[in-house]
């Protein structure tokens, strides 16, 4: 395997995890096998470069790889192993520029699954130091004769704010400190998402509180979130002589939140819970003899700045969050990569707070800070997980050492500590975990995307070739991969920036996750071998595709007809790996949809019964309702009924009543006027024709109210015999005709002067339409 053509961006290097209990191993009774072997080197002096990645014994048809790296640190590598072997030193010097000029900028990152040990070899543990302490301490102790010390440099903060291009809020590491830390006589219970190895004191319960009670707040038990100190002493004690002329504004600040306009001072923000001040910062492993050459006719200054790529957004960790003005939420604001005023031709995280630090401890002080901030979140795969890629920037401020000095110049030493992937299937994680793990893989994905395009094109001048501006992460890391010309537009020059010198620690656990780890170190390898252990028959239909180079283009450069046959082999050995893999995510993926169906299908069965025997029970009540009303309504409508015949009944009665007195009393007179006249025939006729139309009344009346007929004997009879009586009265009407004065007085209410033949004519009419009115009534 050809590692000539090593990563032209980065120096790729690995370290094993030692073995052990991890989190993210789950709980077996059988150890895990090693998967992951170093190759023995060629020569007993050299260091390994070489690990075969052995794929498990299961029915995958997974090819044996090899990867190359600059050095692999097996699993006994120490820290100082680390910092002395993987060209941290060398980035540190570029950085500081002894030659003279700005320097080269540096960046120092981490890349591995989750649990793997990058955050151990970057911030080390609470007994050993980190790459990142060591290199500050290098850093501090190699420009201890040129830094200048803010507490007496006047112009130093003023000339720092005014040259920095990036619209920083540059600010004293006292003040700083002094708004993060509580005092180391009022510990506090405030206490880390993301416990550094720095802070080896733990945090106090509010038992332990010894600060004025105004600073415990009772209710949660911590201490209040009246953010500045009312500890012991004021928060501006610590300011510098320089700035005490600026005293009164820095208080305005501190008690408005707002800064003043045209003052270039930042007001501290207040924090939730002040942090306990760590009173012992592990010294191993020693390094108190190594320093790098600086420039020894420059002065330095230190500016750190922390910032964490989360979700693809920028957020300042030395910016506590504040609260929202409608909830009161705690939200940070993300801030930009983007070219300002004073950098137009380079992006710069805009608008971040830069500390400067004169001393080695101020700037671990600030580090532990922003750590605190930084988002930690527990997940499945790892109880300490970072959630985000954490920056960590040290820039270096460098000016001519003179008496009238010139403009600030520099580089800057960027660490990174990358957030962990992981299987979203392994973390165990839920909702903003889940997308959290989405963002973090594929952010990785693309980082990985453009290590593998920069090895390929084996060069560095060709920034268009690395797609390096996909997401925030790459854009970040690769933006000063590349030379530049800078023209900063208070200089009114431009001048050539030499493109960063990187470095990346790979880290893998032998014992964790195959398929994970091999992902990884495909990545990021510089250069890799592929033993096939059995080309299935499909491999040919495989090679002919065009789309397998472009997933897993050679790393080499151009290749003899005999190594591009071995390298389409290993390309379809690749290939059908992936594919493989990826069925047989695939099955899981469908038989988890298959039970899901299944048992949407076994809900949506019961909820259709469910749905008809509600149905079911509505209709027979409603019905039920339905038939008790209509009874009811029934009921009412024949008691109405019978009533309203009864009426009926009772009117017609009266009628006929009024009517046979009408007629005997007619018939009376008829008799006293025959007694007075003699018999006529026209009376004769009358009293016939008076007959007829009772008969027909008669018949009218039992035709019209058939309801009646039954009582028709009764009347009947009555009427027959009123008939009777009728025929007497006309008898006896031919022979009087003219009522006598009395008789019309002895009648009462029935007037007129009329004959009673046209009486009876009368009520007989009004009798029928009676009739008529009341069936109509009835009907
Ligand atoms: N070289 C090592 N020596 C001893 N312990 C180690 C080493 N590497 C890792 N560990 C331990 O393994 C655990 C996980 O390591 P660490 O937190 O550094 O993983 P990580 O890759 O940063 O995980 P994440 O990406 O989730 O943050 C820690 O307890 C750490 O102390």
């Known amino acids: 395997m050809d590692q000539s053509s090593k990563s032209a961006l980065f120096e790729v290097y690995l370290r094993l995890r030692p073995g052990g209990p991890t989190n993210n191993s789950s709980f077996s009774l059988t150890a895990p096998d090693r998967f992951l072997t170093v190759e023995e080197p060629p020569t007993e002096d050299a260091p390994p470069t070489h690990i075969t990645l052995n794929p498990p014994n299961d029915n995958r048809r997974r090819a044996v790889e090899k990867f190359a790296f600059t050095k692999v640190f097996e699993e006994e590598a120490s820290q100082l192993d680390l910092f002395g072997g993987t060209g941290v030193l060398p980035l540190v010097e570029g950085v500081l520029g002894p030659q003279g000029g700005d320097g080269r900028d540096g960046l120092l990152a981490t890349l591995g699954v989750t649990g793997s040990g990058k955050t151990h070899t970057i911030m080390g543990s609470k007994s050993q130091r980190g790459l990142t302490q060591l290199a500050l301490d290098v850093l501090y102790r190699s420009i201890s004769n040129n830094i200048l010390d803010p507490n007496t440099t006047t112009s130093l903060h003023a000339t720092i704010a005014a040259s920095d291009p990036s619209e920083a809020q540059v600010m004293s590491a006292q003040m700083f400190l002094d708004t993060m830390f509580s005092d180391p006589a009022a510990p506090s219970r405030a206490s880390s998402r993301a416990p550094t190895p720095m802070v080896l004191a733990g945090t106090l319960p509010i038992a332990q509180c010894k600060s004025p009670p105004s600073t415990c707040n009772v209710e949660d038990g911590v201490l209040g979130t009246a953010a500045l100190p009312t500890v012991s002493r004021s928060p501006f004690s610590n300011i510098p002589s320089y700035m005490q002329s600026t005293f009164a504004q820095a208080r305005k600040y501190v008690f408005t939140k707002s800064p003043l306009k045209g003052e270039s001072y930042p007001p501290p923000t207040p924090r939730r819970h002040l942090l306990q001040r760590p009173s012992v910062l592990p010294q191993l492993p020693n390094i108190s003899n190594v320093t ?43 801030l930009l990569f983007k070219p300002t005023e004073q950098s137009p031709d380079r992006k710069v995280v805009a608008g971040l707070r830069k500390i400067i630090c004169g001393t080695m401890r101020e700037a671990l002080m600030v580090l532990e800070a922003g750590l605190h901030e930084r988002r930690v979140a527990g997940t499945g795969s790892n109880s300490v997980s970072s959630r985000s890629h954490g920056f960590f920037c040290v820039e270096v401020k460098k000016r001519r050492r003179s008496r009238a000095p010139g403009a600030w110049g520099g580089s800057a030493l960027t660490i990174v500590d990358l957030a962990g992937s992981e299987r979203a299937r392994d973390a165990k994680t839920q909702g903003a975990t889940l997308q959290e793990a989405g963002k973090i893989n594929e952010s990785l994905m693309y980082l990985g995307q453009c290590l593998q395009m920069q090895s390929d094109i084996g060069s560095s001048t060709k920034p268009n070739l690395v797609p390096f501006r996909q997401c925030k992460l790459t854009e970040l890391l690769f933006s000063n991969s590349f030379p530049s010309t800078s023209t900063p537009s208070h200089h009114h020059s431009s001048h050539n920036r030499n493109p960063q010198k990187a470095i990346m620690i790979v880290t893998a656990d032998p014992l964790g996750d195959f398929n994970a780890t091999s992902q990884i170190l495909r990545y990021s390898a510089l250069a890799r071998e592929i033993t096939v252990p059995r080309i299935p028959s499909v491999t040919s239909t495989i090679l002919a595709q065009s789309t397998a180079s472009h997933y897993f283009a050679p790393r080499t450069g151009r290749a003899s007809p005999t190594e591009t046959e071995r390298e389409t082999m290993e390309i379809a050995a690749l290939e059908i790996a992936r594919l493989s893999e990826e069925i047989d995510g695939l099955r899981d993926a469908l038989r988890d949809e298959q039970d899901r169906r299944v048992e949407s299908d076994a809900h949506l069965e019961s909820m259709t019964d469910r749905i008809m025997e509600v149905e079911m029970t509505v209709r027979e009540e409603v019905f039920a309702e339905m038939e008790a009303k209509m009874q009811e309504e029934m009921r009412r409508w024949k008691v109405n009924l019978a009533a309203e015949s009864d009426r009926n009944d009772e009117h017609l009665d009266r009628k006929l009543e009024i009517l046979t007195k009408t007629m005997d009393l007619g018939a009376d007179e008829e008799d006293k006027e025959n007694a007075n006249s003699g018999p006529g025939e026209d009376l004769e006729l009358e009293n016939d024709q008076l007959r007829r139309e009772v008969a027909q009344l008669r018949r009218e009346l039992g035709s019209r109210s058939p309801s009646k007929s039954q009582r028709m004997p009764l009347r009947e009879s009555r009427s027959n015999r009123t008939l009777n009586d009728i025929g007497r009265s006309m008898e006896n009407l031919r022979i009087s005709n003219a009522p006598t004065p009395q008789q019309d007085k002895a009648r009462g209410g029935v007037s007129g002067s009329g004959s009673p033949l046209k009486k009876v004519r009368k009520f007989t009419g009004k009798k029928w339409d009676m009739g008529a009115g009341d069936e109509g009534d009835m009907l």
């Open 292 to 334: 790098v050459n600086a420039d020894q006719h420059a002065e330095y200054a230190i500016l750190i700045s922390m910032y964490e790529v989360y979700n693809d957004r920028i957020f300042d960790l030395l910016t506590p969050a504040l609260p929202g003005k409608s909830t009161k939420e705690f939200r940070r604001r993300p």
